[in-house]
C-alpha cells in the first residue's frame, strides 16, 4: 500500500521549507518536491542583509540551513522536479519522474524566476553588479552611478529604491511609454538624481569580474554608459508550468482566495480554486517578493493546511 502524505510541497525556496518545517512539527506526514535546482532565487544571490537574524549571510548558506532545519526534523525531501500534479481528485497526485505520490493536500511554492535580458555579459556578472533586488543589494551602490531596466511598475520601485543611495540613476526602457501607473511614474519623475532613457535597448553588459558599463543601443546608435550597477526589472516568470486545473492572474501568478467564515473572520488565506491545494510565496506574490514575505506566506499555508484537514476530518 503507498503511503498517502498529509501534504505535498512542491517548492523548496523560503516558502516551501518554512511551510514543511510547520507541517512536520503539527505532526502532518510531509515530503518536499525540492526540484532539481533546490532553494529557489536566494541560491543565485550572494550578500543577504535583510533576512532577519542573519547581519550579513550568503543566499545559498541561508538557505543549506533551512534545508539543514527541516531535515532535521525528519521531513523526506526530494530533488527532483515534478511533471504532473492531476488537481482532479483527492488524493491529489503528484508524478515525479517515474514516481507517484499521493496527498490529501498541497502547498504549491514553486517561486518565480526573474526575467533576464539574455544579453551578452549579464549571467556572468550577475551578482557583481549586476542584479534584480534593489532592497537586496542597493547598499553596494551607494555614492555610484547605476541603472535600472524596465518600464512597469517593478523598474520604477527599484529606481525609487536605488535613487536614494545613488546620486546618479538612469532608468532604461525599450519604448517611448511606460507602463508602470501615472503615480510611481511621477514619484520617480520628480526625483532629481534620476533620468529616463527611453527606446533604447541594452545590448551588451560590459566588465570582466565586475560590471563597468552598458553597450547601448537607440535607432542604429550604439554607445557605452559607463555604470557600477544595473538593476534588471523587466518582470518575474512564475514557476508553474505543470499546473493543470489551478486557476492563474493575467501576469501567469497563482489566483489566492482569501476565505471568511460567516462571522466574517479570515478562515484561509492562501486558498487556491481548488479546495486542499494552497499557496505560498513569489508564485502567487507579484508584490512583496522578499525571502521574508514568502518564509511567512509558507507558514501561513502551512496553518490553512493544518486547519483545512482537521476541517475535513483527516486528522
Ligand atoms: P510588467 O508590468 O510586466 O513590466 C515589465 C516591463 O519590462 C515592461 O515595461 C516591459 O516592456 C519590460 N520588458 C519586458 N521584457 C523586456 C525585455 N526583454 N527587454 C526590455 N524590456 C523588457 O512587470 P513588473 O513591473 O514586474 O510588474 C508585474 C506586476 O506586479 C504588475 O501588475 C505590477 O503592477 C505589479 N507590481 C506592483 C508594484 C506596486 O504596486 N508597488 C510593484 C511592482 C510590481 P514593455 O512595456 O515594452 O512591454
Known amino acids: ?85 492531476d488537481t482532479t481528485k483527492q488524493p491529489y497526485m503528484v508524478t515525479t519522474g517515474d514516481k507517484t505520490i499521493e496527498s490529501k493536500a498541497v502547498i504549491m511554492a514553486t517561486g518565480a524566476d526573474t526575467r533576464w535580458l539574455g544579453v551578452p555579459g549579464e549571467e556572468k556578472l550577475r551578482g557583481h553588479g549586476v542584479s534584480s ?73 560590459l566588465g570582466e569580474d565586475k560590471l563597468t558599463g552598458l553597450l547601448l543601443e537607440r535607432d542604429s546608435k550604439r554607445w557605452v554608459l559607463p555604470r557600477d ?23 501567469g501568478y497563482v489566483k489566492r482566495y482569501e476565505s471568511r467564515a460567516e462571522t466574517g473572520v479570515l478562515e484561509y488565506f492562501t486558498k487556491t480554486n481548488v479546495p486542499g491545494i494552497f499557496t505560498a510565496g513569489d508564485v502567487h506574490d507579484a508584490r512583496y517578493k522578499q525571502a521574508v514575505t514568502a518564509a511567512a506566506f509558507g507558514c501561513m499555508a502551512a496553518l490553512d493546511v493544518q486547519r483545512y484537514l482537521a476541517m475535513k476530518g483527516y486528522l
Open 1 to 85: 500500500m503507498e503511503t498517502i502524505y498529509d501534504v505535498i510541497i512542491l517548492g523548496s525556496g523560503p516558502a516551501g521549507l518554512t511551510a514543511a518545517i510547520y507541517t512536520q512539527r503539527f505532526g502532518l506526514k510531509t515530503i518536499v518536491v525540492a526540484g532539481r535546482a533546490w532553494g529557489g532565487q536566494l541560491m543565485l544571490t550572494t550578500d543577504v542583509e535583510n533576512y532577519p537574524g542573519f547581519a550579513k549571510i550568503q543566499g545559498p548558506e541561508l538557505m543549506k540551513r533551512m534545508r539543514d532545519q527541516v531535515e532535521g526534523l525528519g521531513v523526506e525531501i526530494l530533488d527532483v522536479d515534478f511533471s504532473k500534479i
Open 133 to 205: 533586488c534593489a532592497p537586496c543589494d542597493a547598499f553596494f551602490f551607494r555614492g555610484k552611478p547605476v541603472a535600472v531596466v524596465g518600464g512597469g511598475d517593478s523598474a520604477m520601485e527599484e529606481a525609487q529604491v536605488i535613487a536614494k543611495v545613488s546620486p546618479d540613476v538612469v532608468l532604461i526602457h525599450r519604448r517611448d511609454k511606460f507602463r508602470a501607473s501615472q503615480a510611481m511614474i511621477d514619484k520617480v519623475s520628480s526625483m532629481k538624481n534620476v533620468r529616463f532613457l527611453y527606446n533604447t535597448q541594452v545590448v551588451e553588459m
Open 229 to 251: 550597477g544595473v538593476f534588471v526589472a523587466i518582470g518575474l516568470n512564475p514557476n508553474t508550468k505543470n499546473f493543470t486545473g489551478l486557476e492563474l492572474d493575467t501576469h
